[in-house]
């Protein structure tokens, strides 16, 4: 008879906070043993016994479960996806409904993925015998040997001694009890015939599907009306809101309690569920000693304690008794070790609230978000603007663009880079670009005007062609544009320079329609960020973008894009982020760097514990780019880095890059409400700019 085992990896153990956390659950943690997470630890445990005709299955919800398929490298097939957490008995009966198809006749094991056993072939030895009782026709579940009189655990009555099998005795099973109060708990293990249930269970696919048809209302019903297909992710919508009007009840309460032929096998295995910071102790203290350490700790008079660091840091205690400390870069709790039941409540209380985006827009004072919101009528004016004007003809001709500026107005440089048909150069410096000729056309882009790199560089081009144009609200390069009856676009002055992308980019546009030289249209691109507008704006409370900001909050987002297209969004992100939400970000780009930087996630939990990638995806990106990133992914999730992932849409390349662009507009703008900070203003350039005016030219 084949065996498989599924592994239910649901909730993430809000006892072990501040480690464990919806974003880091407690099967993930790094507690079974030789740095292995539990569930790692579990699927070990496990394996051998399902043998080459069995497998190992998980359970766990959709948003966990690539990162759980990550750590024990499993393909996608032996992952059943809950539509929604239910507790056991569904999850339990999703499994079993998809094994009916796959393995119809197989027993069943049934393992939670955050448990510890320390006897591990004598726990095989006992699993053996509860499949050969399972095989009998029982429902099977391991009753643990009691080591003291826990409060916390479920009970199980001893009955009637059933049979002998592999050398174990299976047993009747008298009744199941619930979480006892202390005086209960007592006589239980006084009177030797209660064993605590540890929620492992060994059964035929068969007959649990018949318990659970006649036992759970719904359930059953729902099993049976669904194939195999569709029972595994993605889940249609009718599943999604059928699944939701299941009871949520345990398989203890839901069908152990009511069933017939129920038998239980002693286990004294040296088993935990490490479900609190008590137990992380008991279990991490090496050869009994008395402080538990994981990480580095310095202590001294220091006793019975437990010390949990974060990668990198150092705890130091001195003259501590009885003491839990668990430092992480989030949070710290320091509580008495005889109490780590009640840290469910603190972390409740804990936990960040979720932000109130009404309050928080009072900091965006100068009103940044409208002028984001606004951002596609802004294009829109100014394509009507530059189509009103004709291009000057004698600038026609050229065979390359080299575009000069800084910051806000630099990048309008690599945007017509992706945009133009020949070839353009940006250009942020104030030496003289290189390759200037009679064929190249010099764009001096700076919304001042008054930037000096970009003056710097415009005056001693301007004297290597005669084509040259500027695009600027005036300032001095207007002047000297209009010294020199050089070309330039006026744009509606008053914004923030990286505010006015618009009108820096689309106001020249027309003018390179008209001399041939536009590749990528931007009309259909503009629609599409009109929408997104409406939906990204703060009339839509808990919009992706503010979503994705509160996931960001606190953290040092590594933005990455999928292609040298969409390069230039995952600068603009980098520069966006900087400047509105006043905080560092970095950037880079696929597949370059599948060559260098993966290398430094080995330490990046170390030096750099915030740091969240955000991988900025195309479904233009190459096929091997877009297997880049999963593989990234897996490798992110192995290190325990966090990651997001930000699709572009449009119909065409520039609305993808667009799309991507204006998404981290918004979110840096929430980004910067979240760090209680005015998007608009950048005091440190405009103070670096006046000290330099008054450091003189020499
Ligand atoms: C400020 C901003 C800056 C400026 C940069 C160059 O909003 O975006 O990066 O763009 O200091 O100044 P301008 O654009 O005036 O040439």
Redesign the pocket.
């Known amino acids: 008879m084949n065996v498989n085992a599924v592994i239910l990896a649901g909730g993430w153990g809000e006892r072990l906070w501040p480690v464990s956390g919806p974003e880091r659950p407690k099967p993930l943690l790094p507690l079974g043993g030789g740095g292995r997470s539990l569930l790692r630890a579990c699927y070990d445990r496990v394996a051998p016994l399902v043998g080459a005709q069995g497998k190992v299955y998980l359970v766990t919800d959709g948003r966990l479960a690539p990162r759980m398929r990550a750590t024990l490298d499993l393909p996608k097939e032996q992952v059943f996806v809950e539509p929604e957490g239910r507790n056991t008995a569904p999850a339990i009966g999703l499994a079993a409904a998809c094994l009916a198809s796959i393995d119809p006749g197989s027993v069943m094991l049934v393992l939670p993925a955050d448990h510890l056993v320390q006897d591990e072939p004598k726990f095989r030895e006992i699993l053996r015998g509860a499949v050969a009782a399972a095989g009998k026709g029982y429902l099977v579940t391991l009753g643990v040997q009691p080591t003291f009189p826990s409060t916390g655990y479920g009970y199980i009555q001893r009955g009637e001694k059933l049979m002998e099998v592999e050398g174990q005795t299976v047993f009747q099973v008298a009744r199941f009890m619930e979480k006892p109060d202390q005086e209960a708990a007592q006589r239980y293990v006084a009177s030797g015939e209660f064993s605590w249930n540890a929620g492992i269970f060994a059964w035929r696919v068969e007959r649990i599907l018949e318990e659970i048809r006649r036992h759970v209302a719904g359930l059953g019903e729902l099993l049976d009306d669904l194939s195999y297909e569709e029972l595994l992710a993605p889940h249609s919508e009718e599943l999604v809101r059928r699944w939701r009007d299941v009871t949520p009840i345990s398989i203890d309460y839901g069908v152990m309690e009511k069933a017939s032929k129920v038998a239980m096998l002693p286990a004294e295995v040296g088993w935990s569920d490490v479900g609190d910071w008590h137990a992380v102790w008991e279990t991490i203290r090496e050869g009994g000693t008395e402080v538990a350490v994981r990480g580095r700790h310095v202590g001294h008079d220091t006793t019975r304690s437990l010390v949990w660091t974060s990668p990198g840091k150092v705890v130091a205690t001195l003259g501590v008794e009885d003491a839990i400390v668990v430092d992480t870069p989030d949070a710290l709790l320091v509580a008495d070790l005889g109490r780590a039941q009640e840290v469910r409540g603190v972390a409740k209380e804990a936990r960040p609230a979720p932000p109130d985006w009404d309050e928080l827009r009072g900091h965006d004072a100068a009103g940044m978000l409208s002028v984001v919101q606004s951002f596609p009528s802004q294009c829109r004016e100014a394509l009507a603007r530059g189509r009103k004007l004709d291009a000057p003809q004698e600038l026609a001709g050229f065979r390359r663009v080299v575009c000069t500026?800084?910051?806000?107005?630099?990048i309008t440089g690599d945007l017509l880079a992706r945009l133009l048909s020949v070839e353009v150069r940006p250009h942020r410096s104030y030496e003289l670009p290189e390759g200037i000729d009679e064929h190249t056309l010099l764009v001096g882009?700076?919304?001042?005007?008054?930037?000096e790199e970009?003056l710097s560089a415009f005056r001693q081009a301007v004297d290597k062609t005669p084509r040259a144009m500027a695009v600027?609200t005036g300032?001095e390069l207007g002047r000297l544009c209009h010294e020199r009856d050089i070309p330039w676009i006026q744009v509606p002055a008053g914004l923030?320079?990286?505010?006015a992308l618009g009108y820096?980019l689309l106001s020249p546009l027309p003018w390179f329609d008209q001399w041939g030289a536009l590749r990528h249209e931007v009309g259909a691109a503009i629609d599409m960020l009109q929408s997104m507008s409406e939906e990204l704006a703060p009339a839509n409370p808990g919009n992706p973008a503010q979503a994705l900001a509160e996931r960001l909050h606190r953290r040092v987002p590594l933005v990455y894009a999928g292609s040298e297209f969409t390069s230039v969004a995952a600068f603009r992100w980098k520069?966006q982020i900087n400047?509105n939400a006043k905080q560092p970000a970095f950037w880079g780009e696929l597949p370059e760097l599948c060559h260098n930087e993966i290398v430094g996630y080995e330490l990046t939990q170390e030096v750099l514990p915030g740091a969240c990638v955000v991988f900025l995806r195309s479904a233009f990106d190459h096929p091997r780019v877009q297997a880049r990133v999963e593989i990234l992914k897996e490798v992110l999730e192995r290190r325990g880095l966090r990651y997001e992932e930000v699709w572009a849409r449009g119909e065409d390349a520039a609305g993808q890059l667009l799309s991507l662009m204006y998404f981290g507009d918004w979110t840096s703008a929430y980004l910067a409400l979240g760090n209680r900070v005015d998007p608009s203003p950048?005091q440190p350039?405009e103070e670096l700019?006046d000290k330099l005016r008054r450091w003189g030219n020499g």
């Open positions: 500026g800084m910051g806000g107005s630099g882009m700076s919304y001042s005007g008054n930037t970009t600027t300032g923030q320079p990286r505010a820096l520069t400047e950048v350039i700019k």
